[in-house]
């Protein structure tokens, strides 16, 4: 709505066709007025206007794409991104190809719009791999064509030097498929020589400065800018532009168009070549023949370029310094002169540039041209060079602004085609309108009989001595009367003085206006020879690339025929371009410089002027209005203006066109302002389309204040309703609570009461019953529950598993006592039965015989105690270790149970000496220790019984059986150091044996047998005795004393 409005805002209109009055100033100022606002983009019809910001604006977001996708061209601001999205969807919606005429002198932005264009069209088509992959190839072509194409000028920083016309093709969904670009005439002139503040085409600056040391090295390049004279040996950096970085987006760019590293590097070094060419010096010398020779002053440079393009030197020597002529069928070789030598290498590094950058554009369109066969649809986009007015117009200039001169042209044809086609369309009647025709301009131009690019090329390839002078006499005579054209010469028959017009020039009154073109260099530009020598000697190299630059220079291929002129071509591409154009629906961005100096937001009239009258924007106004200025859809136009007529306002039921006739009726607008075309309605003059702008504001007001009444009662009115419905919930709820609180506290007494009556009455029924019941079972709890903490009490404080400690914890309760007792013998009871369970066999019986022992002589004997501490080793000798003892080993052999050293009683008088000692399970054997051979050896069963004193002494008695054979010489007295262990290990082993216990006396007096009768021995205690040897004294024959203490 807002959008709409600034189109019809009458201080600054968004559409030109609406303005009025309709003069050139107000045209200016409201061109001025918007560009001050910000508003760069202004409509005349669906043409835009756009004037050069020289500055970003935060117009090209993301969001303002989404703004203008599919948007209504009359429903947002104007923008280019409007008349790109109207031109998409034509194409992809209604089938129809499109192209954009981006046209405006330099430094207007046309470059910048094309490609505002092409990025909002990615934009906004569908996404995908594949489709993303030809866009961003697209859009890549860019910067590269930009390096190779464009240079600095003193008009603009990033002019482009060539003409660009881009056909993007799309699938019937609006989806890319690729594309192929058009290259017009490259001002190759640039490559050897541009004027002080321009610099040569950006790629030179971009290789030196962003190329690494080893591509330069490689290249043989120098990074200093000072060392071409091509360059102009200055070092001239652009402020604001960085071309390392530019050089670094290029390669990146090529890698994503597809170009091979192979290829990158192959079209760097013909570059390199055409730079270094410039550094080719020649030096004049003289022949024996007298004539003047030139020849190359420093090979250095000459013999880098032959190595980088491997090529002999001598071959490209002779190239630069002499000529092949045909001289009567004859080939001579003659020699050039420096200014002669200087021209051909000129016109070789122009060669070489301007067909490197043809096969780049072919290079391009081979990786994004689309598979034949594929049904398209085409968006062509045109960049071409604007028109130019310079002091000194040249070749180039002529070309230039013919090239304009035809895009004019079908910009006045087309407009005026599609305004009388939708005319017909419509069904309303057409009147003509008067517009300047310029196809007189295109005709003396290109005339291909008659014209002056037909003169010009007639002049070329005439014999004889040809010269610009001729060619201008002939122009003089053929267009002397010509309106548009004028030279010293006419003007001198028109009797007109002008000092402005010098001889050698011609002027053509453009439809932009009048250009002064100096003739001279015309025949050599058109003619755009190079010696076939060179085109030879680059053939002859053997760098790929550029051999195949030079077809013509195969020496098979000679042709005499004179190659097509540039001129000729020039006219043949724009003609193609012409036809190819007219077959497509046009829309049209008309670029306006607003300064000289590229200042951001200043606006010099003057100058915007200028461009106002050669891009023709009043005719184009004119045109625009011829019959109507303004009009719209119905739908679109009731829409908007429905609210004028009670009887459209709100709903219109009917057909469109019928709501706006009525609509029209009911607001009594003068009938021949008004005409109802098929389906869309036009309004003659912008003074009416105001007034019901007017009209349209005053009741969007009125209306806005209904609506505001109505929406302020409605507010009130349903807040009011919401405050009372939620007065009334409130109360509900708090009623609510309140009475199922009382309820609540009802229920809860009512219970209670209850429980009492019912306890009362189950207390009185069973009150007998429980209660003698009641003790014994309580008593039963109590004492179940005192058992079961006594219980889990002590499994949890058991005491430790060791035997040998024998605490327990004491009963809690004397009703438990008996039961602590049995479980205390049981606890230990099986913690000795774990006990006895880990014991070794051995231990076992080492055990088992410490408890023989004890059944024999506990309390019964005083050495008893002793003994406990001393473990039972049965072998004290060593008999396996000992070899001494060999043969008592053998005696024993594994029947040994103990083997000790023990003390022998002489019975006659008392004394003791030695005996080893070897307790077997059958024998007893009684060895001297220092033989140790056996003297006595007792079976076991010869042993009758054995005495012991009840000391702690170690002396034994060993009574045997008298009808044994070793009993002869009577019983044996013995002294052991391991008493109790002896007797035991004896006690058992005849127990074991025989299964009967030996008799043990322990006693104070007991009999001994000797050999012949009997001796009464007596223990008597006496402090003579050792410890625990005894001292035997005799008395008497029958009667001996043992001394113990
Ligand atoms: N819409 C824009 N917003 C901001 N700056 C712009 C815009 N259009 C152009 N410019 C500025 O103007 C400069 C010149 O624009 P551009 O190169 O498009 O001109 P051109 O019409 O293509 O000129 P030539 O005919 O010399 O190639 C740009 O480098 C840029 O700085
Ligand atoms: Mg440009």
């Not at 050069?52 to 935060?58: H, I």
């Not at 594949?130 to 002019?159: H, M, W, Y």
């Not at 085609?417 to 290109?446: A, H």
């Not at 679109?636 to 219109?652: E, G, I, V």
């Amino acid at each position: 709505m807002e959008a709409t409005t600034s189109l019809l805002d009458a201080a600054a209109v968004g559409d030109l066709v609406l303005l009025d009055p309709l003069t050139e100033e107000s045209l200016l100022q409201t061109l001025q007025e918007r560009f001050r606002r910000s508003d760069i983009y202004t409509y005349i019809g669906n043409v835009v206007i756009s004037v050069n910001p020289y500055r970003s604006l935060p117009i090209y977001t993301p969001e303002t794409v989404q703004e203008y996708r599919n948007c209504n061209f009359f429903a947002v601001k104007p923008h280019i991104y409007a008349i790109a999205d109207d031109a998409y969807r034509s194409l992809r919606d209604r089938d129809r190809d499109q192209c954009i005429l981006i046209t405006g002198e330099s430094g207007a932005g046309k470059t910048e719009a094309s490609k505002l264009v092409m990025s909002y069209v990615a934009a906004v088509c569908s996404k995908g791999e594949e489709v993303d992959k030809v866009k961003e190839q697209l859009l890549q072509s860019n910067p590269v064509l930009e390096a190779f194409g464009n240079a600095k000028t003193i008009r603009n920083d990033n002019s482009s030097r060539f003409g660009k016309y881009m056909d993007v093709e799309f699938d019937f969904k609006g989806e890319p498929l690729g594309g192929v670009i058009s290259n017009y005439l490259l001002e190759k002139s640039r490559i050897v020589r541009h004027v002080k503040g321009e610099r040569n085409f950006h790629i030179f600056y971009q290789l030196l400065a962003g190329g690494s040391a080893q591509l330069l090295q490689q290249l043989k390049l120098r990074q200093d800018c000072r060392h071409y004279g091509y360059l102009n040996r200055e070092s001239s950096g652009l402020p604001g532009v960085d071309d390392a970085a530019n050089f670094r987006a290029m390669q990146d760019a090529m890698k994503v168009i597809g170009f091979s590293p192979a290829e990158v590097t192959a079209l760097l070094e013909v570059t390199a070549v055409v730079l270094k060419l410039g550094n080719v010096q020649l030096s004049s010398s003289y022949q024996a023949s007298g004539m003047e020779a030139s020849s190359i002053a420093e090979p250095q440079e000459l013999q880098e370029i032959c190595e980088l393009i491997r090529l002999d030197p001598t071959i490209l020597e002779r190239a630069l310094c002499s000529r092949t002529v045909k001289a009567r069928d004859e080939m001579v070789l003659t020699t050039l002169s420096v200014p002669q030598g200087y021209y051909g290498r000129d016109a070789l590094a122009k060669n070489i540039y301007s067909r490197l950058f043809d096969w780049l554009v072919n290079r391009i369109n081979t990786s994004i041209q689309v598979k034949p066969g594929k049904q398209r649809k085409v968006m062509g986009v045109l960049d071409i060079y604007g028109f130019e007015i310079f002091q000194d117009n040249s070749f180039e200039q002529f070309i230039i602004n013919y090239c304009n001169e035809k895009l004019q042209q079908i910009f006045i044809l087309m407009t005026l085609k599609e305004e009388q086609e939708e005319y017909v369309r419509e069904g309303i009647q057409w009147t003509p309108v008067e517009f300047f025709d310029n196809s007189i301009i295109c005709n003396l131009i290109e005339n291909s009989k008659c014209g002056i690019l037909a003169m010009l090329d007639e002049e070329c390839l005439r014999p004889g001595v040809v010269n610009e002078d001729t060619f201008l006499t002939k122009l003089n005579q053929l267009f002397a009367t010509h309106k548009h054209y004028e030279s010293k010469e006419t003007q001198n028959a028109r009797r007109v003085m002008d000092t402005s017009l010098p001889s050698q020039c011609f002027r053509i009154h453009h439809y932009a206006g009048k250009v002064t073109y100096n003739v001279t260099g015309f025949i050599e530009k058109n003619n755009d020879l190079l010696f076939r020598d060179l085109s030879q000697a680059m053939w002859a190299s053997r760098h790929e690339l550029l051999r195949s630059l030079f077809p013509e220079g195969d020496p098979q291929k000679v042709s005499l025929k004179l190659p097509p002129t540039a001129g000729f071509q020039f006219k043949a591409s724009v003609a193609t371009l012409m036809k190819n154009l007219y077959s497509k629906n046009p829309n049209y961005i008309r670029c306006i410089k607003p300064n000289e100096t590229k200042t951001g937001m200043l606006f010099t009239p003057e100058l915007v002027l200028a461009q106002i009258r050669y891009l023709g924007l009043m005719e184009n106004v004119r045109v625009r209005r011829a019959g109507y200025a303004f009009r719209q859809l119905y739908d679109s136009f009731l829409q908007r203006y429905k609210m004028l007529s009670p009887r459209t306002w709100p709903h219109w039921t009917g057909s469109h066109r019928e709501g706006t006739e009525v609509l029209l009726a009911d607001l009594a607008f003068p009938p021949e302002e008004l005409a109802f075309g098929h389906t869309k309605i036009f309004i003659r003059s912008p003074r009416t389309l105001f007034d019901l702008e007017r009209r349209r504001q005053e009741r969007v007001a009125e209306l806005a204040t209904l609506i505001q009444k109505t929406f302020r009662g409605w507010r009130c009115r349903t807040q009011y309703q919401l405050m009372r419905k939620s007065q009334i919930l409130i109360s509900a709820w708090f009623r609510g609570h309140l009475q199922k609180n009382r309820y609540k506290q009802m229920k809860r007494s009512a219970l209670i009461i209850q429980a009492y009556a019912r306890g009362w009455k189950v207390r009185r029924t069973y009150r007998r019953y429980f209660r003698s019941e009641a003790s014994t079972r309580l008593a039963n709890f109590i004492y179940r529950r005192l058992v079961q903490k006594f219980l889990v009490g002590l499994a949890r404080n058991l005491p430790p598993l060791s035997v040998m400690d024998r605490t327990w914890p004491p009963a809690p309760y004397k009703f438990l006592a008996d039961a602590n007792q049995e479980l205390r013998s049981i606890f230990y009871r099986w913690k000795c039965k774990k006990y006895r369970e880990q014991l070794t066999p051995q231990r076992r019986a080492l055990l088992q015989t410490k408890l023989h022992a004890s059944e024999l002589f506990k309390d019964k004997k005083a050495l008893y105690s002793k003994s406990l501490q001393q473990p039972f080793q049965g072998e004290y000798l060593g008999l396996t270790q000992n070899p001494k003892y060999q043969r008592l080993h053998a005696v024993a052999k594994d029947k040994l149970v103990m083997a000790d050293t023990v003390r022998k009683v002489n019975k006659a008088n008392g004394k003791t000496v030695p005996r080893l000692l070897l307790l077997t399970t059958e024998h007893l054997v009684l060895a001297d220790p220092k033989a140790a051979q056996p003297k006595t050896v007792l079976s076991l069963s010869d042993i009758s019984s054995i005495s012991v004193t009840r000391f702690s002494d170690g002396f034994l008695a060993l009574h045997l059986k008298e009808t044994s054979t070793g009993g002869a010489k009577g019983d044996f007295l013995l002294v052991s150091d391991h008493l109790i262990e002896l007797v035991t290990r004896l006690h058992q082993t005849l127990m074991d044996a025989t299964a009967q216990a030996l008799p043990l006396h322990i006693s104070d007096q007991f009999s001994t047998r000797l050999q012949k009768g009997a001796m009464a021995i007596t223990v008597v205690e006496s402090a003579k005795a050792g410890t625990n040897i005894p001292v035997c004294k005799k008395r008497g024959s029958h009667k001996m004393e043992i001394l113990v203490q």
